[in-house]
DNA sequence: TAGTTGATTCACT
DNA sequence: GTGAATCAACTAC
């Protein structure tokens, strides 16, 4: 197992790290307990052109800052005053792509996670969705604007190879306003996985 | 300065 | 299956 580096996120294809980010660990310690979960769902956001982006059209704000960070940062946005989404921002400074986590397997930490949740680990909906990955791991606001190489929060690959055929595309949830992008097949997850969202 | 809305989840019927 | 929770950013005055 090793950490990722810098290099993998500066890469500027959003949709190829969406898919090669699937089967990834996702480590993250908070008052010093330490959580992960396998990545098993993604979902890739391309940018000034993409209209499901906060940044489409180059749009900045306090909020959408975090995606114009040089690839290898986290971006944590609160959504319906509820709910943490976590995104991997990547590529280079000033080009606002990011890869959402969807859903994660629960992998270390188990109890902590089970805690937190308040429910059991082997329940699917404990880490399946982008509000319950994010709190499974205790991802907050506090997480926002951090390296992912740091020790606070950093991926690592597993090893394990998952090849084309493991992953399967659909297009993205929740963004029907964006209109002709909302149809696109940028939502990745592993297959024969218990521990995705549910299709829509 | 005020009104609308969303990259959602959970509890309840 | 339906609806509430809850707040920062966006849009319009």
Known sequence: MSKLKPEYYQNTDAIFLAQD???????????????????????????????ASHAYGGRRSSRTEAM????????????Y????LFN??????????SVLVRSVEPYKGLEIIRKRRNM?????????????????????????????TGDEIWIED???LYGSEDITSTPR?????AQEHALLPLRFYLKNNRYISKNK
């Open 21 to 51: 980010l699937l089967g990834k660990i996702l480590f993250t310690r908070k008052n010093g307990e330490v959580t992960a979960g396998i990545i098993t769902e993604t979902e890739a956001y391309f940018g000034t052109e993409d209209k």
């Open 68 to 79: 114009y960070q040089p690839g290898g940062f986290s971006y944590v946005y609160l959504c």
């Open 81 to 84: 005053g509820i709910h943490h």
């Open 88 to 97: 991997i921002v990547v590529s280079k400074e000033d080009d606002p792509k």
């Open 120 to 148: 059991a680990v082997t329940d699917k909906a404990v880490s399946s969705g982008p509000g319950s990955a994010s709190k499974a791991l205790g991802i907050d606001m506090s997480f926002n604007k951090k390296s992912l």
């Open 158 to 160: 597993s090893g394990l």
């Open 173 to 177: 949830v929740g963004v029907a306003y």
